[in-house]
Nanobody, 114 residues
Framework: VQLQASGGGLVQPGGSLRVSCEGS????????MTWYRQAPGKQRELVAG???????TYADSVKGRFTISRDNAKNTVYLQMNNLSPEDTAVYYC?????????WGQGTLVTVSS
């Protein structure tokens, strides 16, 4: 099983970025996919999730700015991030979960700075 996150980078405040996570070795469409993030010195926190039936959930801090989506044909989940602020700086991780199975990607760093 592999979850390959990509798309992180340096962006200015107010800018946008899209991170992706491609899964392999799993029946992707069966898994609920979730983005988490961990800022320096802080605990990992849930950012957004999308179920196998495409229901979505968001942390209050990102509602209206971030959008999670998935493309099962590409085994990929996306996180579109708009109006970014320095508080969004973190390593972003994707998680795939189905019943008792839970898999983590390696993370991609997003830095919001001028």
């Amino acid at each position: 099983v592999q979850l390959q996150a990509s798309g992180g980078g340096l962006v200015q405040p107010g800018g946008s970025l899209r991170v992706s996570c491609e899964g392999s070795g799993i029946i992707f469409e069966m898994f609920a996919m979730t983005w988490y993030r961990q800022a320096p010195g802080k605990q990992r926190e849930l950012v957004a999730g999308i179920t196998s039936s495409f229901s979505t959930t968001y942390a209050d801090s990102v509602k209206g700015r971030f959008t999670i989506s998935r493309d099962n044909a590409k085994n990929t989940v996306y996180l579109q991030m708009n109006n970014l602020s320095p508080e969004d700086t973190a390593v972003y991780y994707c998680n795939a979960k189905f019943l008792r199975a839970s898999h983590w990607g390696q993370g991609t760093l997003v830095t919001v700075s001028s």
